[in-house]
């Protein structure tokens, strides 16, 4: 099983990026995908998250969307009118729609919003 984030940078305030997610070794339609963030000296937070519907961060909604291509086995984060407090190391995660197994993590891209 491998998840392998990409598209992270250094971006200016206001500025876009896009990650990517790829998934390999596992039915990628069964599972739930989630990007995590985790900023230094701050706790992992979920920030969006696609399965039978999306889920956004209070802090993301209206900038970020979340989106998936099934026959790519990948899952995007589109991030819009980026901020200072969206720096961190962004995570992907798989999780089974149905069924009780331990999700799976990316080893996670890094962002950073500076002037």
């Known amino acids: 099983v491998q998840l392998v984030e990409s598209g992270g940078g250094l971006v200016q305030p206001g500025g876009s990026l896009i990650l990517s997610c790829v998934a390999s070794g596992f039915t990628f339609r069964s599972y739930a995908m989630s990007w995590y963030r985790q900023a230094p000296g701050k706790e992992r937070e979920l920030v969006a998250s696609?399965?039978?519907?999306?889920n956004y961060a209070d802090s993301v909604k209206g900038r970020f969307t979340i989106s998936r291509d099934n026959a790519r086995n990948t899952v995007y984060l589109q991030m819009n009118n980026l901020k200072t407090d969206d720096t961190a190391v962004y995570y992907c995660k798989a999780e089974r729609l149905f069924g009780a197994v331990p999700p799976y993590w990316g080893q996670g891209t890094q962002v950073t919003v500076s002037s």
């Open positions: 696609i399965g039978f519907g999306t």
